[in-house]
């Protein structure tokens, strides 16, 4: 039996601040009505002044590890999907490996912005497969507050802050659990739809976040939609077979148009962007934790996870729990 990978382990972390669309709509040409009909989202949590990609994503592993059983002496790898990290290096995944009390194994961070869990998860999972490592933290942190314009309504009511990590472990007992398999696409050309204007490798150190939201939107429909397609196809299931639809969060609208297509009923769609906004590379490992600790994801469920995100990245994955 080929070696595979168990979801073992699920964390999340949010920061204390709440703060609604009426807040936003008390300081911007917006409304509560406009942002909830548009995407879903009645509020999100901010980043406090000491919350960073580093304690947020650190504090998320521990409830994994928790979660897991395992300690962080336990841990080969740590692999943090981040666009918002506190420098540009030493990465997130080391300076958590360091919160964290590790000294042995290794980290790095990734670039994949929305989808940069999708991607950190495919990565560990070619770790663990390779037998290179065999416990992975996967973690997703961010703190776009940080990034996003607070003067554009048009991106800054989307967004919020938070971290989730899951514990990637590998076996080589024969059974049916596992991550399947993960689809990774890349396209840009399209680059300019969603970005940052600036970074520590520009004259501009810093920059705000930028996005055409409409090509965006029609972009991600038909992306997760032949995306979720391929996972499917590659695994030989069909619609029908898939338990929970995990997507990321950026708008309601987008989620719903995936869960049509599956076929799904709304009540296997995991929702958390009507309370955290987009966390970007946080938006499933927090939905994940969610739905394992309060029972809905159960043992033997088929779980579908889709992103997409600035680059343009774009992808999905297949658990079986
Ligand atoms: O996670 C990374 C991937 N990101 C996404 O997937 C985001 C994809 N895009 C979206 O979710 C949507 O395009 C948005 C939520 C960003 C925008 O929704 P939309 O239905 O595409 O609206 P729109 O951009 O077409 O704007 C409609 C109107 C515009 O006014 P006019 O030009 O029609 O007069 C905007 O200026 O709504 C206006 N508008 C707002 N009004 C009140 C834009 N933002 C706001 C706002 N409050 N916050």
Redesign the pocket.
């Known amino acids: 039996m080929a070696r595979r990978s168990l979801l073992v382990g699920f964390g999340g972390f949010l920061p204390d601040r709440v703060v609604t669309n009426d807040e936003?709509a008390a300081q911007?040409?917006?409304?509560d009505d406009?942002?909830k009909t548009?995407?879903g989202i009645t509020r999100r949590h901010i980043a406090g002044p000491n919350d960073t990609a580093t304690s947020m994503g650190a504090q998320a592993a521990r409830r994994a590890l928790d979660y897991a059983g395992l300690t962080p002496a336990d841990i080969d790898a740590v692999i943090v999907g981040t666009s918002t990290p506190d420098q540009a290096f030493p990465a997130t995944a080391v300076r958590i490996q360091a919160e964290l009390g590790m000294q042995q194994g290794f980290g790095f961070d990734l670039a994949a912005?929305?989808s940069g869990f999708i991607f950190a998860l495919s990565t560990a999972d070619a770790f663990i497969r390779s037998g290179q490592a065999r416990n992975v933290l996967v973690i997703g942190s961010e703190v776009y507050s940080r990034i996003v314009d607070w003067s554009d309504?048009?991106?800054?009511?989307?967004f919020g802050d938070g971290a989730g990590a899951v514990v990637l472990s590998g076996t080589d007992e024969p059974g049916e659990a596992g991550l399947l398999s993960t689809h990774l696409h890349s396209d840009g050309t399209a680059g300019d739809l969603?970005y940052v204007d600036g970074a520590v490798g520009r004259r501009e150190m810093s920059g705000h976040l930028k996005?055409s939201?409409?090509d965006?939107?029609r972009?991600?429909v038909a992306k997760l939609s032949s995306s979720v397609d391929e996972a499917l196809k590659a695994e030989g299931l069909e619609y029908g077979d898939v338990s929970w639809l995990v997507p990321?969060q950026?708008?309601i609208?987008?989620i719903e148009g995936v869960a049509k297509k599956l076929n799904l009923p709304p009540e296997r769609v995991v929702i958390t962007v009507d309370r955290h906004a987009?966390t970007?590379a946080a938006?499933i490992p927090l939905a994940l934790d969610e739905a394992v600790r309060d029972g809905r994801i159960q043992k033997g469920d088929l779980v579908l996870m889709e992103?997409?995100?600035?680059g343009l990245t774009w992808g999905s994955a297949l658990a079986r729990f």
């Open positions: 936003l911007l040409d917006t409304s406009w942002i548009r995407t912005a929305c309504r048009g991106t800054c009511v989307l969603l996005m939201g409409r965006v939107f972009h991600a990321h950026a708008n609208r987008i987009n970007s938006s992103a997409l995100g600035g």
